[in-house]
């Protein structure tokens, strides 16, 4: 039976697809990076109010090209509260973390999010805890010791514990984020365009009250479009454009899974931090994990 029009075409959207989710990972694989040199000039919060003027602007210039402006006022509100979750506490806290930690260590303890996600999803959304699910998570949580320990019993003690922990709170919040927008019906891009626009403002008021205004200089520029474009704004439409293009959404976010290890390279060559081995193996563990956790 000779194919029809609709399968000979259908491996040019996956093959575009793929080039999407690529660049995406590309892009976040930088943001640790980011992070650590755009902090070592800026404060957390002004690194923030940089990144999320910078995100907010592609997000505004997208939802006009797609029509994606209209949001009711419930959903407005809801967009309100989404923004103090994401960007303002998450990367708050996020970014805090990092200033404490190595990068390979802040790094891999947040990207265990998504296993924080799988166990949140039990109450939240009412989805079954499988064995593989709860044998990945103890998997991650495995690889998340390695990481702290640093191979030794006592290596804990070399890392700042208040750093441990907020990295461990960001993914609650992170994962907190992507539940509640689930139960919304509006665009993502909608309501990452409102959540950002109006996150703006109070972010603008915590530098005010705080350290005060990121200065206007190249530097700041620089690392706020590296930070807004690469972690949030950008690489979102890459992987949300993904994401339509393709039929197989679980195979595309495997993707995802190559990020902290390229991630690793760019903080040993960029930032010049000896990884320890530690760090290599506890990540492997933490991706292992999550990938047991996705067959469940």
């Known amino acids: 039976m000779e194919p029809s029009i609709a399968d000979r075409r259908y491996p040019e959207p996956e093959a575009r697809a793929l080039a999407l989710g690529l660049a995406a990972v590309a892009g976040w694989a930088t943001v640790a990076t980011a992070f650590k040199l755009g902090l070592t000039r800026l404060e957390p919060a002004q690194l923030l109010l940089a990144g999320t003027v910078c995100s907010a602007a592609i997000f505004a210039v997208a939802a006009t090209a797609q029509g994606a402006w209209r949001i009711s006022p419930r959903a407005l509100a809801a967009a309100a509260g989404f923004g103090l979750l994401n960007p303002v506490l998450y990367y708050l806290v996020l970014f805090e973390a990092y200033q404490r930690l190595p990068a390979q260590v802040a790094q891999p303890l ?18 079954p805890l499988t064995r593989r699910m709860l044998a990945g998570v103890l998997i991650s949580y495995a690889g998340v010791l390695l990481v702290i320990s640093r191979g030794s019993l006592g290596g804990w003690h070399d890392l700042d514990a208040l750093g441990i922990a907020l990295a461990l709170a960001s993914t609650l919040l992170w994962a907190g984020y992507w539940l509640g927008n689930a139960r919304w019906t509006e665009p993502p891009l909608t309501l990452m365009c409102w959540s950002f626009l109006l996150a703006v403002p109070v972010l603008a008021g915590v530098c005010w009250l705080g ?22 704004g950008v690489t979102f ?14 195979r595309l976010g495997q993707l995802v899974l190559i990020t902290p290890f390229l991630s690793l390279v760019l903080i040993a060559t960029v930032l010049g931090e000896t990884v320890h081995s530690s760090a290599v193996l506890g990540l492997t563990v933490i991706v292992a994990g999550i990938w047991v956790s996705r067959q469940g």
């Open 110 to 127: 947040n990207y265990t999010w998504t296993i924080v996600l799988a166990l949140l999803a039990v109450p939240v959304l009412g989805q």
């Open 211 to 232: 350290p005060g205004w990121p200065p206007l200089t190249a530097h700041t520029l620089g690392y706020g479009v590296w930070v807004g474009a690469l972690e949030m």
């Open 237 to 250: 439409l890459l992987w949300q454009r993904a994401l339509r293009l393709t039929r197989r959404a679980a």
